[in-house]
């Protein structure tokens, strides 16, 4: 009988046990969370990542607008701490292929662009530890826009294949008062600049690395409409300067101006006509 009983407190045990370990934190998303393995490699996930300044706040509206327009229904939450160290909030859910990440860096006031881009990488690696992803998307405000090239800096053999490019506010070469006036910068017809700062010149590995025909990219930059032919903090030259580095080994390239007092570069990511040309280039 107290053999008995001793068994019966085992098993009682190791369910608690099993219990405990199934337990989750607070998740962003309400939906049904990911419960089969073999569903972990249908999806592909949307990045978003901020300016520098910022946090995921700047993120938000256009996540919503995705949202908005059917394409999932799940939002998560990546937080990178200075040191690089990665934490998920909120988790993929069952049979919602298309989730979002909103990336935030704690450390949004370092002008390292290499530091951006590990952190980027450090994201990239915590989701395909996770979930095992094979293919991802990242949408980039400002220097966000740095983090996601410097990412691409990386060796690529290892991690998920990125599909869809998005740059919104991209300061590819310099920006205004560093280094850029407006109407001072010049680009050739193939988009290069006549002179280059020295992270646009770190990039050029780019025009040999960038993934041959894997990544559609879509560049998205604001002119105020007042003569200084930029976002009043960007040029459009050096948002466009992106066209030498990656068009010719992209799977697809394409501008999209945006114009008015709205294209200001820190009323890009609150933008209607941003959301819906964002909506419309990851929704097809």
Same mark, same amino acid.
């Not at 046990?17 to 419960?35: E, I, R």
């Not at 992803?133 to 966000?144: Q, Y």
């Not at 068009?247 to 114009?259: L, T, V």
């Given at each position: 009988?107290?053999? +008995?009983l001793? &068994?019966? @407190?085992?098993?009682?045990?190791?369910?608690? $046990?099993?219990?405990?370990?199934?337990?989750? $934190?607070?998740?962003?998303?309400?939906?049904?969370?990911?419960a089969?393995?073999?569903?972990?490699?249908?999806?592909?996930?949307?990045?978003?990542?901020?300016?520098? $300044?910022?946090?995921?706040h700047?993120?938000?509206?256009?996540?919503?607008? =995705?949202?908005?327009?059917g394409?999932?229904?799940?939002?998560?939450?990546?937080?990178?701490?200075?040191?690089?160290?990665?934490?998920?909030?909120?988790?993929?859910?069952?049979?919602?292929?298309?989730? %979002?990440?909103?990336?935030?860096?704690?450390?949004?006031?370092?002008?390292?662009?290499?530091?951006? !881009?590990?952190?980027?990488?450090?994201?990239?690696?915590?989701?395909q530890?996770?979930?095992? %992803?094979?293919?991802?998307?990242?949408?980039?405000?400002?220097m966000?826009?740095?983090?996601?090239m410097?990412?691409? @800096?990386?060796?690529?053999?290892?991690?998920?294949?990125?599909?869809?490019?998005?740059? /919104?506010?991209?300061?590819?070469n310099?920006?205004? !008062?560093?280094?850029?006036?407006?109407?001072?910068?010049? @680009?050739?017809?193939? !988009?290069?600049?006549?002179?280059?700062?020295?992270?646009? +010149?770190? =990039? =050029?590995?780019?025009?040999?690395?960038?993934?041959?025909?894997? /990544?559609?990219?879509?560049?998205?930059?604001?002119?105020?409409?007042? $003569?200084?032919?930029s976002d009043?903090?960007?040029?459009?030259?050096?948002?466009?300067?992106?066209?030498?580095? %990656?068009?010719? +080994?992209?799977?697809?390239?394409?501008?999209?101006? /945006?114009?008015?007092?709205?294209?200001?570069?820190?009323?890009?990511?609150?933008?209607?006509? &941003?959301?819906?040309? @964002?909506?419309?280039? =990851?929704?097809?």
């Amino acid at each position: 009988m107290k053999k +008995r009983l001793m &068994v019966v @407190l085992g098993i009682g045990l190791l369910c608690l $046990g099993l219990a405990a370990c199934g337990k989750t $934190g607070k998740t962003v998303s309400s939906a049904k969370p990911v419960a089969e393995s073999s569903t972990v490699s249908k999806y592909q996930p949307t990045l978003f990542f901020h300016g520098w $300044g910022s946090s995921y706040h700047a993120e938000q509206q256009m996540a919503q607008s =995705l949202v908005a327009a059917g394409m999932t229904k799940t939002i998560t939450r990546a937080t990178v701490s200075k040191q690089g160290k990665v934490t998920l909030s909120g988790q993929f859910q069952k049979n919602d292929d298309h989730p %979002i990440v909103e990336v935030d860096f704690q450390d949004n006031r370092n002008s390292n662009s290499r530091q951006w !881009g590990q952190w980027a990488k450090a994201t990239v690696v915590k989701l395909q530890q996770t979930y095992h %992803i094979k293919t991802f998307n990242m949408v980039g405000h400002s220097m966000g826009n740095m983090a996601i090239m410097f990412y691409l @800096l990386e060796n690529q053999s290892t991690l998920p294949k990125l599909k869809k490019q998005v740059d /919104i506010a991209g300061h590819f070469n310099g920006i205004l !008062g560093m280094g850029d006036e407006p109407n001072q910068m010049k @680009l050739t017809r193939e !988009g290069k600049p006549e002179k280059m700062q020295s992270d646009y +010149r770190a =990039l =050029l590995k780019l025009r040999r690395t960038y993934p041959k025909n894997q /990544i559609a990219v879509l560049n998205i930059y604001g002119d105020k409409n007042d $003569g200084s032919h930029s976002d009043g903090s960007v040029s459009n030259a050096s948002s466009k300067s992106l066209r030498y580095l %990656i068009s010719k +080994r992209a799977k697809s390239y394409q501008e999209q101006k /945006i114009i008015g007092a709205n294209a200001q570069h820190s009323r890009l990511h609150d933008n209607k006509k &941003v959301d819906q040309l @964002l909506v419309n280039f =990851l929704k097809n």
